[in-house]
């Protein structure tokens, strides 16, 4: 048993139980620095976690696996978080096992002379000795490009699909993990909407992160639908249209409650729907008859714009062609109730709505036409739909009244009205 840190005040003895090659005075010792850029430079909750118990183990219980290090060499290969403790509790002295040098570095740097830690042998060293260490799969996506980049530089050309492909795997991560992670990064071109998505550093620095919740195949995911937003017509986010706010301003609103009354009234009637017990159901029966009896009506009366009832996988329920058939604008019908009052999503729904409200007996609503603006934000930075959990967004009264009062939309309230009491925002219903 040696004491490491002999003579050293206000540290807990720290003692060497197992055997080693040497005691190394510990300021010579080299550890690489691509284990600081890489496996020990994002560091979560789990990988903290681990080191306190590496602490806590080597103080309580002394250190006995020795420093791994290249024979005539004071490299590091494996054992940095141990040499940390060891620096932190004050010790003078490490002990190293010497590592014999294998033939590929004996080749490049002789028996004796001092190793690159950026070469690709010496990297590859470094990844299997982390292999079973729990790092983070950001971690693990830097060092595979550190090894890609090693390799390209070792055979003075770039890398094959399979050369890649092994060094990757060599890093302990899935191809498909790191080809999520390399988009993020440097963006990609997709094939369906024939566009160039952006790279999101702001999406990859969460991960880098290791923020609660976030996963490498979800912010994937955020990036394609963000992008989305923007070049795929039927997932976009149009701007305000005046002539189509015209348009839904001389709309009859009277005829599409009538419509949706004489429909309602009809299936209330059925045995069954009164058996019915959940309102979201009635609000999803509503909401397509909204749909559809909205398209008719406006194409009855309208000539500069055609309407069309969207199918699954659209963002919103209805769009708007122009004569070409090219859709330049959309409308979503929000019927979908949250109990403390507003609306529920899935989505993010911004543009032009329909928000629709019905009493129990069916026959009186609450119905706004308006824009939802998606960069507007209330006084805590939030936007008017947000976040409810189990990935559901909510536009509240309370948002909705403050951007109604504000008066920078388009706001159209044929039936009801919106208002507050004593600050408190709510609807009222009318009669269809």
């Known amino acids: 048993m040696t004491i490491l840190n002999k003579g050293v005040a206000k540290q807990p003895r720290v003692v060497f139980v197992g055997v080693c090659s040497e005691l190394v005075d510990i300021d010579k010792i080299q550890l690489n620095e691509n284990n600081e850029k890489t496996v020990r430079n994002y560091q979560g909750d789990s990988q903290k976690e681990q080191k306190d118990n590496l602490y806590d183990s080597i103080v309580n219980s002394g250190l006995n696996t020795p420093i791994s290090v290249y024979e005539n060499s004071n490299l590091v290969i494996g054992g940095h978080n141990r040499y940390r403790v060891l620096k932190e509790t004050g010790c003078k ?29 010496v990297l590859s060293d ?33 890398a094959s699909y399979s050369e890649r492909k092994r060094e990757i795997k060599s890093a302990g991560q899935a191809l498909k993990t790191f080809g999520m992670f390399y988009e993020l990064e440097y963006g990609y071109y997709d094939n369906k909407t024939n566009s160039n998505v952006d790279p999101r550093p702001d999406l990859l620095a969460e991960l880098r992160e290791q923020k609660d ?62 058996k019915v017990p959940d309102r979201n159901f009635k609000s999803a029966a509503s909401h397509h008859i909204i749909v559809h009896s909205f398209v008719e009506l406006f194409n009855s009366s309208n000539k500069s714009f055609i309407a069309e009832a969207e199918l699954n996988g659209s963002r919103f329920d209805v769009s708007f062609k122009n004569k070409k058939g090219d859709i330049v604008n959309s ?25 629709f409200q019905f009493s129990d007996e069916m026959d009186r609503c609450f119905l706004m036409n308006t824009y939802l603006d998606r960069d507007w934000t209330n006084d805590k930075g939030q936007r008017i739909w947000k976040a409810a959990g189990q990935g559901n967004l909510t536009l509240g009264l309370a948002d909705l009244y403050r951007f109604m009062c504000e008066g920078i939309s388009f706001f159209n309230i044929p039936y009801g009205d919106l208002y507050a009491v004593n600050g408190v925002a709510q609807t009222s219903i009318e009669k269809m």
């Open 93 to 121: 002295i490490v002990p190293v096992s010497y590592r014999k040098r294998s033939k590929a570095i004996i080749d490049k740097f002789g028996e004796s002379n001092e190793i690159d830690p950026n070469d690709y042998t």
């Open 126 to 158: 470094l990844a299997e000795d982390n292999t079973n260490v729990d790092i983070s799969p950001y971690a693990k996506y830097e060092l595979a490009k550190s090894l890609i980049n090693a390799k390209e530089t070792e055979l003075k050309r770039e």
């Open 331 to 355: 409308l979503e019908v929000k019927t979908t109730l949250n109990p403390k009052g507003g609306w529920v999503t899935g989505n993010e729904k911004y543009g032009y709505v329909i928000l």
């Open 213 to 274: 919740g976030k996963t490498v195949a979800g912010q994937h995911k955020s990036q394609l639908e963000d992008h989305k937003t923007i070049h795929d017509p039927k997932k976009r986010f149009y701007p305000r249209d005046s002539k189509l706010e015209s348009a839904l301003k001389t709309f009859n609103w009277n005829k599409l409650t009538k419509a949706i009354n004489t429909e309602l009234a009809y299936i209330s009637k059925r045995e069954w729907f009164s």
